[in-house]
């Protein structure tokens, strides 16, 4: 009988890291609830609810003729005002001139002046009435103070809204170009990481150079990049977790606030594995095992101890050595040690086919 036709691979001595997956949300950088400045009815609506605005937008108008109003009479109290003043100051300095002379008494000078000073006073209190003024007929166009997405319009044209302490939110903006993702740590994950980051082994949650991948749950692997920029300063004591959060670029937008996202760390320095395809472990009751090929080309059974996925393959932490030729294929047909093989070699699996499961 011809001896059982097999593919094999040499294993893999590679340089991996090792990342752990956590689940997270979507949040936006910037959040904003819009409300009014100044109290009035809408007289407009702006933007169009869901698409994109830009900060100085225009969102909502609210009636500003009573504003105006009060605009106009600011301005006629601060020309009264100032023509007060230019006639006190004029009083006062003649009456310099005169005491000087001993024309009036000191006590007539002093009251100029000091009247003068009131004078001016005042017309600078109706500036700062003008300046409210002006600012109040501004505040009537409400503005977006960011870019981003709009949310619905809260409230809509002919409603009245107020600028008190609980104002009416118009509407919601999220930035967009930008966005967070929020995950927690366990506490042990924590300080495994805070010793490796203390050996140097790993860079640090708070120096915004530790990567992580990001995927959504529609999509295949971790397709999206960004770094941790943010780690609490206390664990939580009911859960026992840390809270940490990545920033990522969405110039594309696909990245919506709200939603879940499934993230993985970097949780290790670059070390040396040995990796092998998971399709050539089989499993004996409780332990783990694969066929090998040795020198005489005869199938040799080998207990291994594997670890994670790394580099889409599997880490084998004892059991087998560098060099060793794993049968990947065909070992359903391998069924006793010693059982000679027509062995294949073939290269293992390419990474790059797992690497984006993984």
């Known amino acids: 009988m011809a001896p059982p036709s097999v593919s094999v691979a040499q294993v893999a001595l590679q340089d991996v890291r090792l990342w752990d997956d956590y689940n997270g949300r979507i949040n936006a950088v910037e959040t904003v609830k819009l409300r009014p400045r100044v109290s009035g009815y809408i007289e407009r609506v702006t933007f169009t609810e869901g698409k994109e605005v830009h900060k100085g937008d225009v ?6 003729r009573s504003y105006r109003t009060v605009l106009a009479q600011a301005k006629a109290q601060l020309a009264r005002a100032r023509a007060h003043a230019s006639q006190s100051a004029s009083e006062a300095k003649r009456a310099q001139v005169l005491v000087a002379q001993r024309a009036v008494s000191t006590e007539m000078y002093e009251q100029r002046r000091t009247a003068a000073a009131v004078a001016q006073t005042d017309a600078q209190a109706a500036e700062a009435a003008v300046s409210a003024a002006l600012l109040n007929v501004e505040w009537t166009q409400v503005r977006a103070p960011i870019s981003g997405l709009a949310g619905r319009a809260e409230v809509t044209a002919g409603n009245l809204v107020s600028a008190d302490d609980a104002g009416s939110v118009l509407t919601t903006l999220v930035s967009q170009d930008k966005v967070h993702v929020y995950f927690n740590a366990d506490e042990s994950a924590f300080l495994h990481y805070a010793q490796m980051t203390r050996n140097g082994r790993r860079g640090s949650e708070q120096d915004g150079k530790l990567p992580v991948q990001v995927g959504l749950s529609d999509e295949d692997g971790f397709p999206h990049r960004g770094t941790v920029d ?5 664990v939580d004591s009911n859960t026992g977790t840390i809270r940490m959060r990545a920033v990522l670029d969405n110039k594309d937008g696909a990245l919506t606030p709200g939603l879940f996202a499934r993230v993985r760390l970097l ?15 089989l499993t004996d009751q409780d332990r783990k095992y694969v066929w090998i090929v040795d020198e005489n080309g005869k199938a040799q059974r080998h207990d291994v101890k594997l670890g994670r996925k790394a580099n889409g393959l599997r880490i084998v932490e004892s059991g087998l050595v560098p060099g060793d030729k794993v049968i990947v294929d065909g070992v359903d047909k391998v069924y006793m040690p010693g059982l000679p093989v027509d062995a294949k070699a073939v290269p293992m699996q390419p990474i790059a086919a797992n690497v984006a499961k993984n």
């Open 230 to 234: 943010f780690l609490d300063n206390q």
């Open 267 to 281: 949780g290790s320095g670059q070390f040396d594995a040995l990796l092998i395809n998971d399709k050539a472990v």
């Open 59 to 64: 969102l909502f108008v609210i009636d500003a």
